[in-house]
């Protein structure tokens, strides 16, 4: 999310971490817009589904339509010229906007960032153990204590926290379990707030969860790193199966669209996507805070180690991988999510070829297999299926569950 | 001059064989074979570009353009390329974004492809035509009023997606 506003500055020739520059008022008022441009996307080609849900969630919950000059709400004004000026209009999105899947806020919390930058901003904001910060991580630390680490502010499309779910911590994590029977590997973490103990959040009434997602993702990887590895084959036999692998998306598509209906969680992915955005794009580079804190690095995982040590903490051991993977899942998902690749043509250009999406799931493949140890390029020993291409049945979403899960 | 461009000798073509091993002559022999076989034949079949079926094409286009919304930063191939259009009634101008960051008509003869959007359930129509003079393509009258979901524009083996081009009446 926050990477297009910084892809705007770069296209203006002006530096990706201006981001960090711009007024948080006018950053909350930018959510906003970035909220509406969902609904000016263009058809995507090999769309079978409804984006989030319901094609019309994006408008019904954007603001109000308002008669030029704004009389109710001011527009966030961002400049991607200059990120200290407020130019009195709507921040243009030209062919519209798609965020990142709820699986890149996932991963990206997975390494620990929220912790991280959580203990780090507490320090920084009640000592001086960390020493002295130059104007620019002046500005990100109080835009991000001001977006992430307080309530939102009230009718805002970023306002997910209210006196019914009061811990964003809690709220984060129910996401994501409903969508992928994921908990986030490490614990809440306990004496501060917005921290609970156990998990109690898994019991709420009615929650349900996409319990199979990690069987149903890990075999697709395995059915397409089969047809990445056969596409050239010329001769002798292929076991690739484009109809067996359509079969795989549409179950995942169900899936993720039967915790979507009606628009339900858009809301929710928009906001934590958008927070973890931040902290990605905090990393991304060897930006002011990342300067201050002394941990430059020539990768995000680097610089997150760094900081995590000036605090007394350890990011995730696959930090590298949770942070390669991010934003290449997030794009496949949603690409399955839309329906293109639930017919076997489709389902083909996932491993046909030498294209972006090729190279994009051979990287997937392997990442996903380092990540989180499923061996994604050998059938498992010992299963009903050993020795054959594909199990015996074919792929249908299991009846949604609460109960224990697991994560990567 | 190397061993393998040495001139073949009467003496070294009767000199007798001595238990298998190779003479230099039947070395150098075989590896011209070998340079003239590959030059001529294998090199001339390279594989063969994949099948390319309409709804493989979607999906991978579809792809890009989600990357593309998405706000990734594209891998190297696509991101020192972007494209630029300008729509007129009937034609279409085409800029690239070269890698230098100039901006340049799209070359004559290249490639285009266009997603007309449909107004009906049915899937985007893919258009291929090819670009003229000055980066220009001609829109065939059918196509004037629709709206262009997305035109992927293939320059010097690299991809550049535009975003959803409006007919000029709708602007």
């Known amino acids: 999310m926050f990477h297009n506003l910084a892809n705007s500055f770069q296209l203006n020739n002006q530096p990706r971490e201006s981001v960090f520059l711009v007024h948080p008022i006018q950053l909350g008022r930018w959510l906003d817009e970035a909220w509406a441009a969902g609904a000016a996307i263009p058809a995507i080609p090999g769309q079978t589904n409804d984006f989030l849900g319901s094609n019309t969630i994006v408008d019904d919950l954007d603001l109000p339509t308002q008669p030029s000059p704004a009389p109710l709400l001011i527009p966030s004004g961002v400049d991607p010229v200059n990120p200290d000026t407020w130019n009195e209009t709507r921040f243009l999105f030209p062919n519209g906007l798609i965020w990142h899947h709820l699986m890149h806020a996932y991963l990206v919390e997975s390494t620990g960032v929220v912790e991280i930058f959580a203990q780090l901003i507490g320090r920084l904001i009640q000592g001086e153990a960390l020493g002295q910060l130059q104007p620019p991580s002046i500005k990100w630390l109080r835009a991000t204590e001001e977006l992430f680490f307080r309530d939102p502010p009230s009718f805002t499309i970023a306002s997910v926290v209210s006196e019914l779910r009061p811990r964003s911590r809690v709220n984060r994590r129910q996401a994501y379990w409903r969508m992928f029977g994921f908990d986030l590997p490490h614990r809440m973490p306990t004496g501060i707030p917005g921290s ?48 067996y692998v359509a079969l ?20 929710e992915e928009f906001a934590y996507v958008a927070m973890m955005s931040w902290f990605e794009l905090t990393l991304e580079a060897n930006t002011p805070i990342v300067a201050d804190m002394k941990a430059d690095g ?75 140890g499923d061996r994604v390029k050998e059938r498992p020993v010992g299963t009903p299926s050993n020795g054959a291409a594909q199990p015996l049945r074919a792929p249908q979403p299991m009846p949604v569950a609460a109960g224990n899960g697991a994560s990567p | 001059m190397t061993e393998q461009q040495k001139p073949t000798t009467a003496a070294n073509q009767t000199k007798p064989q001595t238990s298998g091993v190779p003479t230099e002559n039947q070395v150098n022999r075989f590896l011209e074979v070998v340079e003239s076989v590959s030059a001529s034949r294998l090199t001339a079949r390279s594989l063969p570009e994949p099948p390319t079926d309409p709804e493989t094409d979607r999906a991978v286009l579809g792809y890009q353009v989600i990357s593309q919304l998405i706000g990734r930063r594209q891998p190297s191939a696509e991101d020192s390329s972007k494209v630029r259009v300008e729509r007129a009634k009937d034609a279409l101008a085409i800029y690239v974004v070269t890698a230098s960051g100039k901006t340049e008509p ?39 009023d629709k709206v262009i979901a997305a035109l992927v524009v293939r320059v010097d083996g690299r991809t550049a997606v535009s975003g959803r081009i409006v007919p000029p009446a709708q602007n």
């Open chain 1, 196 to 243: 609970t103990q156990g998990d109690e959040w898994k019991q709420a009434p009615g929650l349900t969860a996409n319990a199979d997602f990690r069987a149903k993702w890990t075999e697709l990887l395995r059915q397409v790193w089969l047809g990445l590895e056969n596409r050239a084959n010329a001769v002798g036999p292929n076991p690739t199966d484009p109809s």
């Open chain 1, 248 to 267: 795989l998306c549409q179950a995942l598509a169900n899936m993720m669209n039967d915790r979507r209906k009606g628009g339900l969680m858009a809301r």
């Open chain 1, 298 to 372: 020539s990768f995000a995982d680097e610089r997150l180690r760094a900081i995590a040590s000036r605090v007394g903490m350890q990011p995730a051991p696959r930090t590298r991988e949770l942070l390669q993977l991010a934003q290449i899942i997030s794009t496949v998902l949603r690409g399955i999510e839309l329906g293109l690749f639930s017919a076997p043509g489709g389902a083909a250009g996932l491993f046909t070829g030498n294209t972006q999406l090729t190279r994009d799931m051979n990287e997937i493949v392997n990442l996903w297999q380092s990540a989180t």
């Open chain 2, 106 to 144: 799209a070359p004559e003869n290249s490639k285009v492809t266009m997603y007309i959007e449909s107004t009906g359930p049915t899937v985007p129509e893919i258009v291929t035509e090819t670009v003229g003079k000055h980066g220009r393509v001609t829109l065939e009258s059918r196509y004037q």
